[in-house]
């Protein structure tokens, strides 16, 4: 897939993956749906995108990802600002902010409804809309590490993420020209883990950014990756599991 001209919907796009994801795809000439629930940053995102531009090729969109019905707005504005969609970026996410068995007042819930639920609508409206379209597209996940290894710290965001993989890999070889695949990075320096990133320094460096968003243009741009999941790591980069990346001699294993 060659992204100029491409359209894009992408969730949580105001800051972190999503904000240099929208950056990335701008630059290499596609256009962006910006879905977010910080009106304030993802105004000011669009804003920054449009500058200097003969016509505009970012448009805002609030959204709570947990409130389907905006989802539904993410794709008709993309229809109406930009005549339809060819990549999704199921992009939105939180984590646990206090331990699973101090939690008495279900808060954890709210981490699978953005976390897996929201992902899992915004899967179905991205299949549903491509296939309407009849032209095909790719849907991109994103999911953790946390999603490959359990992590004892937040058992609840691992449980989540888990289910972002089962569910991209479920849609390998789906056909209808329409590929989903998912990115599973390591600690970035992104808002998630904001409160507490001196304690992950401790234990392990992070992940650039841009290596995880060289990881999302991987699985958007090389048609071959159909149900792929893409590992970012400090010690190995990016590797797609099962499959061998160019540059590397060896197959990613999970």
């Known amino acids: ?3 100029e001209n491409k359209v894009a919907i992408i969730t949580g796009a105001s800051s ?5 994801l929208a950056n990335r795809l701008v630059d290499k000439g596609a256009k962006v749906i910006l879905a977010d ?6 105004e000011r995102l669009a804003n920054e995108l449009n500058y200097n531009k003969t016509e505009k090729v970012a448009y805002f969109v609030k959204c709570d990802v947990t409130n389907y019905s905006h989802q539904a707005e993410m794709f008709k504005a993309a229809e109406k600002h930009f005549g339809g969609v060819d990549i999704i ?3 939105a996410g939180i984590a646990e902010k206090r ?5 008495d007042r279900g808060v ?11 992902v899992i609508e915004g899967t179905r409206l991205g299949v549903l809309t491509l296939k309407k379209q009849g032209r095909g597209g790719v849907i991109i996940n994103t999911a953790s590490l946390a ?3 359990p992590q004892s710290m937040t058992p609840v965001y691992s449980a989540a993420k888990f289910g972002v993989i089962g569910l991209t890999r479920s849609f390998k070889d789906f056909g209808h020209n329409i590929r989903v695949n998912a ?4 600690f970035s320096d992104t808002k998630i883990i904001s409160d507490v990133k001196e304690l992950i320094m401790t234990m392990a460096p992070l992940v650039p950014v841009e290596m995880v968003i060289d990881a999302f243009m991987l699985l958007i741009e090389d048609d071959s990756y159909s149900g792929d999941v893409a590992r970012i790591t400090p010690k190995y980069g990016v590797s797609v599991i099962g499959r061998t990346v160019a540059g590397t001699e060896k197959k990613a294993k999970l």
Do not use: C, R
């Open 1 to 3: 897939m060659h992204v």
């Open 16 to 20: 972190g993956f999503g904000k240099a």
């Open 37 to 42: 629930i910080d009106t304030k940053d993802g």
């Open 89 to 91: 970026v199921n992009n």
């Open 99 to 103: 331990p699973l068995w101090d939690d």
């Open 108 to 118: 954890w819930k709210k981490v699978i409804d953005i976390d897996l639920s929201a």
């Open 147 to 149: 999603g490959l290894y």
């Open 183 to 186: 990115v599973a990075p390591s």
